[in-house]
T-cell receptor, first 110, second 114 residues
């Protein structure tokens, strides 16, 4: 049984560019949440998708947007990248109370 | 909103000793408290959780305690082994508007010295 799959694993982008990160949830899970984890910090909630709609959002600017597809997979888009966007981006899926995390995408903005 | 504080930020123990990590939360509506272990280059992995109607839960060498009145919960690892070395995160969660809100602590880097 595949867990949460994220792609790509690593990414280097230039300041001002746009990036798309992808997530496939664990089988049986219908809710996808995205987190940003800066080095040495705990995960910070970006937003959560359920039934293809964003249903809650953390304190992140509109440059961060997302999408959920009918098969429950999800994308995180970040526009106008800043150096401070460099972080590990984690996707977590859930079907109840517990979360299952992917291994993350390490984004470096130069 | 919910605020979760976690202490200590780093913890070094000798192999075989016990390790304790403590968290406090602010929102009395939180009713689910998971603990995650994050190894280098990996995402957080759920290791144990506890619900607000339970005071203690054990799973082999790992135990979690919850004091709802004081709004704090703790992770206890006994007979630590080098493979326990990782960053541990506590979290507090509640249902709000039909969906789950999860707030993480800032993490504890545990080093088990052989």
């Amino acid at each position: 049984d595949a867990g949460v799959t994220q792609s790509p694993t690593h990414l280097i982008k230039t300041r001002g560019q746009q990036v798309t990160l992808r997530c496939s949830p664990k089988s049986g899970h219908d809710t996808v949440s995205w987190y940003q984890q800066a080095l040495g910090q705990g995960p910070q909630f970006i937003f959560q998708y359920y039934e293809e709609e964003e249903r809650q959002r953390g304190n992140f600017p509109d440059r961060f947007s997302g999408h959920q597809f009918p098969n429950y997979s999800s994308e995180l888009n970040v526009n106008a990248l800043l150096l401070g966007d460099s972080a590990l981006y984690l996707c977590a899926s859930s079907g109840g109370d517990g979360y299952t995390f992917g291994s993350g995408t390490r984004l470096t903005v130069v | 909103g919910e605020n979760v504080e976690q202490h200590p930020s780093t913890l070094s123990v000798q192999e075989g000793d016990s390790a304790v990590i403590k968290c406090t939360y602010s929102d009395s509506a939180s009713n689910y408290f998971p603990w995650y272990k994050q190894e280098l280059g990996k995402g957080p992995q759920l290791i144990i959780d506890i619900r607000s109607n339970v005071g203690e839960k054990k799973d082999q060498r790992i135990a979690v305690t919850l004091n709802k009145t004081a709004k704090h919960f703790s992770l206890h690892i006994t007979e630590t082994q080098p493979e326990d070395s990782a960053v541990y995160f506590c979290a507090a969660s509640k249902r709000s508007g039909g969906y789950q809100k999860v707030t993480f602590g800032t993490g504890t880097k545990l080093q088990v010295i052989p």
